[in-house]
């Protein structure tokens, strides 16, 4: 090679080195997740020996802003290393694919572990992205961190690669995040996360709203900007001198005159944020909607739902039923509809899957008892008072001085929407032909954009077996929820103009018998009687993926001990003191089983000592 050939050869060298270093001085590097960088102080795991295995799910829509970034690590965080071997990162298109790139750790540590891969490919924003990481265990090994927000695909798990989805336990998000590099990376981001606002607002009041902004980047905002505009016009800004560090969350609460435009329906109430240094703008608006209404809307008479969470092994539980009872004597009854769901604290012979299923309201703080949802909104005044998380609308009871003022706030919030329900028994047959008529104002629509129509059974008045902290045997348990005639949380409407009409059928079993708990000296099987049966109809919104975001809009209920048909009945005969000595179940068609259904109507043939036996249906 001549001296000339070798000089150029060093400039193209300099010219290629200067190149890309430019390059990597623009390229950022951010890394992120679901769990958005929190460590749990407690280690989760799971049992047995085998391989292990622990992955989030990041979407597309998420990587969308990112395609054409380099894939270049994978972050773990552990709370420990004891018991566990050969941890290894990776990253796949789906939980049960091949491993697109994975790297074994040589010497994992508490904490946070970012495990570089040889070649991680690009984001394309068309595809998910799942992220994770295995090792092998001989015993239980509690390493995982499982904290912050709460994400629908934030916790998978797996023995063995049977995956598990755990994101509805309401205890966060996996230690899991994705290290990405590349020129669209923005180092700070800030951007609009989530809005809340009044649904409905009476005509010259205030209309009141809030944002939450966060920095999407791994590097600190110095404070930000927002507008707040109707129609074009500002009606409210701000400087907000919050520092935001990575993944920071920050809150503006707006409070504008609603008479700024005329009386309307849904009219765009636009926010645009501002920082010095956002690398990304597509996230920095969001648009609310304000709604007025004045004395020309219908309003309808507002039936309050209170959903108690009550079991007889919570001792502090008999004091909250007290509250609720002196709060009914001052008059609420005519207004407040009561249903008790036996879960929260264990469970009891009154428990049932649905009200299991039913401390999803909880959130990620984990159940308690004695505690209270009204009309299922989350409310900041009403928590305020009695107390609650801010992502749930549970509550706790506290004392008639503290629950009182809540019920009656509660009672005087306007109701757009009146429900209806009767019912026709019969006797012979058990069963109940339930009608529900749903009328609406037009602004009702500005309410709830998916209403739902749910229909619960409730039985009052069933005597108690052991309820911790009463001493009389004579207690009885209130309005305890039996089942539910649509799905659970509700069946959606399809409107006929402002109304709606819905039938169903639904029989009375005689005896329904707890799935959940099981009691040797007493016997599981409780009498389901016509006269203290109650029909709930309620219309609500339903968001899976918000506990706050299923509010009650109005309550109806039918007594079935003001049903003609149902007083002219003589109640079912007592068994007294007959002993069963065995229990038969049969399926509907009369087919012999080896035990009850799981879930469903059977038919149980009792047997007893004095040689009689009697056959009931047994709803579970």
């Not at 707006?254 to 009386?263: E, F, N």
């Not at 032909?433 to 619960?456: G, H, M, W």
């Not at 109640?571 to 049969?586: M, R």
Request: proline share 4%.
């Amino acid at each position: 090679m001549t001296k000339f050939i070798m000089n150029i050869a060093r400039v193209a060298a300099c010219v290629c080195l200067w190149a890309y270093a430019c390059g990597a001085a623009h390229a950022a590097t951010l890394h992120f997740g679901p769990c958005e960088g929190h460590i749990s102080e407690k280690g989760y795991g799971k049992t047995g020996n085998g391989t292990i295995s622990a992955a989030v799910i990041i979407p597309k829509d998420k990587l969308a802003r990112y395609a054409g970034a380099r894939i270049k690590a994978v972050r773990v965080a552990l709370i420990t290393t004891d018991g566990l071997s050969e941890l290894r990162g990776w990253i796949r298109p789906s939980l049960d694919s091949k491993n697109t790139d994975s790297t074994l750790v040589s010497l994992p540590h508490t904490g946070w572990n970012e495990i570089v891969l040889a070649d991680g490919g690009v984001v394309s924003g068309d595809e998910d992205i799942v992220v994770g990481y295995s090792f092998k265990q001989e015993l239980t090994v509690k390493c995982m961190s499982v904290a912050g927000p709460v994400d629908s695909n934030g916790y998978w798990i797996a023995k063995n690669d049977e995956w598990a989805d755990k994101s509805g336990d309401g205890k966060g998000s996996l230690g899991i995040e994705l290290v990405i590099e590349g020129d669209n990376v923005p180092e700070k981001n800030i951007g609009v996360v989530s809005t809340s606002y009044d649904r409905i607002t009476k005509f010259g009041d205030a209309y009141n709203a809030s944002f939450s902004v966060q920095n999407t980047g791994n590097e600190e905002i110095a404070g930000y900007s927002y507008v707040c505009k109707i129609n074009d016009t500002a009606v409210s800004s701000g400087k907000i001198e919050k520092t935001l560090e990575g993944f920071e969350r920050d809150t503006v609460r707006l409070a504008i005159p609603s008479d700024v435009v005329a009386k309307g329906v849904k009219i765009p109430v636009t926010v645009e944020l501002s920082a010095d240094g956002d690398g990304y703008a597509a996230d920095n608006g969001a648009t609310f909607y304000m709604t007025t209404y004045d004395g020309d809307n219908k309003q309808y008479y507002h039936n309050v739902l209170l959903e108690e969470f009550s079991t007889e092994m919570c001792g502090n539980c008999p004091r909250a039923i007290n509250t609720i009872e002196q709060c009914m004597e001052q008059g609420y009854d005519r207004n407040v509809i009561q249903v008790t769901h036996h879960a929260g604290y264990y469970y009891d012979f009154l428990s049932t899957p649905d009200d299991k299923e039913l401390e999803w309201f909880y959130g990620s703080k984990g159940c308690y008892a004695p505690a209270v949802m009204l009309d299922r909104l989350s409310d900041e005044l009403c928590k305020g008072i009695l107390g609650g998380n801010e992502d749930s609308p549970v509550m706790s009871v506290g004392y008639a001085n503290a629950f009182s003022p809540v019920l009656e706030y509660m009672t005087n919030r306007p109701a757009f929407v009146g429900v209806t329900p009767q019912v026709e028994y019969n006797p012979s047959t058990r069963c109940l032909d339930i009608t529900v008529d749903i009328e609406k104002d037009p602004v009702f629509d500005a309410q709830c954009d998916n209403a739902r129509l749910s229909v619960y059974v409730v039985q009052d008045s069933i005597l108690h077996h052991h309820q911790a902290g009463y001493s009389s045997d004579t207690f009885k348990h209130r309005h305890v929820y039996r089942g539910s005639v649509t799905p659970l949380y509700g069946e959606e409407l399809v409107w006929n103009g402002n109304s709606v009409q819905k039938q169903y059928s639904y029989v009375l079993p005689e005896y329904i018998e707890s799935e959940l708990f099981k009691e040797k000296d007493y016997d599981s099987l409780i009498t389901v009687v016509p006269r203290d049966i109650e029909i709930i109809a309620f219309v609500n919104n339903y968001n899976p993926n918000d506990r706050c975001d299923c509010t009650v809009f109005n309550t109806g209920r039918y007594l079935m001990k003001s049903d003609p048909a149902v007083a002219s009945v003589i109640s079912l005969e007592d068994d007294g003191c007959k002993t069963p000595v065995s229990k038969e179940y049969y399926d509907m068609s009369g087919v012999r089983q080896s035990a009850a259904v799981n879930k469903g109507v059977c038919l149980q043939r009792i047997r007893y000592s004095d040689g009689t036996e009697k056959t009931v249906k047994v709803l579970k």
